[in-house]
């Protein structure tokens, strides 16, 4: 089925969706005053809104891609992880959604309404960054710990990978995991693409039988 084929790209799509959102709008300032924020609101509302809709089409890729995630874990025998992994990718997915609702939201009511109450502003923006810096990163924690995890408990496979994604799992938990963040765009499309060649290997020595 063509959806089967394509999901682990859904890990590449993501990535692509973030960063492209950045590039429309790359305002990423934590708790800016709010002056700061109505001047960034007014000079391009709707660019605000498509940087964050590019954000929520990103948070629906992303728990795409851990349902192949469980589906790749589970075929290594692995019970608990599969869950903790896909519940990783449903808990950082929902919380950038929720940042990028509260975007659009400060965004809608100054194209609406050509005003907001700049208490109203700062705290969207706040929630926004918050969501998406602060509580995101313990998402990513527990997709790509629990993805390292059972890597280390396979056999066959590059230990030094497990041992990276663990790395990279602990660093998101400490104060600094908004940081880390630039290691979860590299870890989750090769994640994703590693598994789309493992599927198609996989097709075609079916076909080769």
């Known amino acids: 089925m063509w959806e089967s084929k394509v999901a682990p790209l859904s890990g590449l799509l993501f990535a692509l969706l973030l960063i492209a959102s950045y590039l429309i709008d790359p305002n990423t300032d934590f708790m800016p005053p709010a002056e700061d924020v109505i001047a ?13 809709y590019l954000r929520l089409l990103a948070a629906a890729a992303l728990v795409w891609f851990g349902g192949s995630i ?9 019970r608990r992880l599969p869950i903790l992994a896909f519940g990783g990718s449903l808990l950082a997915g929902s919380l950038i959604a929720m ?24 705290a969207l923006f706040d929630i926004a960054g918050i969501a998406t810096g602060n509580g995101a990163p313990i998402g990513f924690a527990v997709l790509i ?16 990978v497990g041992w990276a994604s663990v790395a990279i799992a602990l660093g998101l938990i400490s104060p600094y995991g908004w940081i880390v963040l ?27 039988r």
């Open 70 to 78: 469980y589906e790749t874990l589970r075929r290594f025998g692995e």
């Open 99 to 122: 940042g990028s609702v509260a975007t659009v939201a400060a965004a809608e009511r100054v194209l609406v309404n050509e005003a907001i109450d700049p208490g109203a502003a700062a």
């Open 40 to 52: 960034h609101l007014e000079d391009g509302p709707l660019t605000v809104m498509a940087a964050a």
């Open 145 to 160: 710990g629990a993805a390292g995890v059972a890597v280390l408990k396979a056999p066959g496979f590059r230990r030094w």
């Open 182 to 208: 630039a290691a979860v765009l590299i870890w989750v499309p090769a994640a994703g693409l590693w598994i789309y060649r493992a599927k198609s290997s996989e097709r075609e020595l079916v076909g080769a």
